[in-house]
């Protein structure tokens, strides 16, 4: 169902979307449908702005609500719920980080009203070589603990959507406190099929934008120089790249939000 509609609104026109000016249509603007949606957005050092200088106007989830409501017009109200280091055994139901967003989401819902859209970036710190908790993560794994995150947030937030979106490239010598390296580069783009999939079977799960590897991928400019145990890396997205990822969350949330009010 979830495809048919998307299908349908790009088939009719219902509104073009650019980077810079996301637009919807008249007709969608004006609809008696929500006025508000709450963006809860769930993952690691990334997610919450790791290196940045300022994670209040600088962290993606922040440019992203911005986007989002230039887009709509709509009242938006966001929750960054990033937590550094942290792999999908984090955010299982039962654990502390799972209880801090779905408190949050319905905390929005309460004071707002309107839908929570989860938006989700996990990954990174699954696909290191040691440390991180779980390290390192099979995909098999990974599908499994996603999908135990996503069930329980329909529970807890039954009307909800989720965003599943990809995570992006970091540079293969990559080593701070955890070792990541090829290895980990490599098991990282090995979950790309796995979110794929989970998406396909859920009707109120989506898939983000599978381009974000390549657009991050040896683009030495969107990141932050950190230095490792094996020289320079590039892991976490510095102001230009925080801004462009969350160019690339907005565009996916746009498109469902779309769907949401036809």
């Given at each position: 169902?979830?495809r048919?509609?998307?299908?349908?609104?790009?088939?009719?026109?219902?509104?073009?979307f650019s980077?810079?000016?996301?637009?919807?249509?008249?007709?969608?603007?004006?609809?008696a449908?929500?006025?508000?949606?709450n963006l809860?957005?769930?993952?690691?050092s990334?997610?919450?702005?790791?290196?940045l200088?300022n994670?209040?106007?600088?962290?993606?989830?922040?440019?992203?609500?911005?986007?989002v409501?230039?887009?709509s017009?709509i009242?938006?109200?966001?929750?960054?719920?990033?937590?550094?280091?942290?792999?999908t055994?984090?955010f299982?139901?039962?654990?502390?980080?799972?209880?801090?967003?779905?408190?949050?989401?319905k905390i929005?819902?309460?004071?707002?009203?309107g839908?929570?859209?989860?938006?989700?970036?996990?990954?990174?710190?699954?696909?290191?070589?040691?440390?991180t908790?779980?390290?390192?993560?099979?995909?098999?794994?990974?599908?499994?603990n996603?999908?135990?995150?996503?069930?329980?947030?329909?529970?807890?937030v039954?009307?909800?959507?989720?965003l599943?979106?990809?995570?992006?490239?970091?540079?293969?010598n990559?080593?701070?406190?955890?070792?990541?390296?090829?290895?980990?580069?490599?098991?990282?783009?090995?979950y790309?099929?796995?979110?794929?999939?989970?998406?396909?079977?859920?009707?109120?799960?989506?898939?983000?934008?599978?381009?974000?590897?390549?657009?991050?991928?040896?683009?030495?400019?969107?990141f932050?120089?950190?230095?490792?145990h094996?020289?320079?890396?590039?892991?976490?997205p510095?102001a230009?790249?925080?801004?462009?990822?969350?160019?690339?969350?907005?565009?996916?949330?746009?498109?469902i939000?779309?769907?949401?009010?036809?």
């Open positions: 169902m979830k048919v509609v998307i299908v349908l609104a790009l088939l009719l026109g219902v509104a073009q980077i810079f000016n996301l637009q919807f249509s008249i007709g969608l603007c004006n609809s449908a929500q006025t508000t949606v809860v957005f769930i993952g690691n990334i997610t919450a702005g790791a290196t200088k994670v209040a106007t600088q962290a993606p989830p922040i440019v992203a609500r911005a986007l409501e230039e887009a017009g009242t938006t109200h966001v929750y960054n719920g990033g937590h550094s280091g942290i792999t055994y984090g299982l139901p039962g654990h502390a980080d799972f209880a801090r967003v779905t408190n949050a989401a929005l819902v309460r004071d707002n009203g839908r929570v859209y989860f938006s989700i970036m996990l990954g990174t710190n699954d696909s290191a070589c040691t440390t908790e779980g390290a390192p993560v099979s995909p098999e794994t990974y599908e499994e996603l999908r135990k995150i996503i069930d329980g947030l329909l529970k807890a039954p009307n909800c959507r989720i599943l979106n990809y995570p992006i490239w970091y540079s293969p990559t080593h701070n406190s955890a070792k990541y390296l090829q290895e980990g580069l490599d098991r990282l783009h090995s790309y099929p796995v979110i794929k999939r989970i998406a396909k079977s859920y009707d109120q799960v989506y898939a983000g934008n599978q381009k974000v590897w390549k657009i991050f991928k040896d683009k030495d400019e969107l932050t120089a950190e230095n490792g094996a020289g320079v890396f590039h892991l976490h510095n230009q790249g925080a801004h462009r990822l969350a160019e690339i969350w907005a565009k996916s949330l746009v498109s939000i779309k769907a949401d009010r036809i």
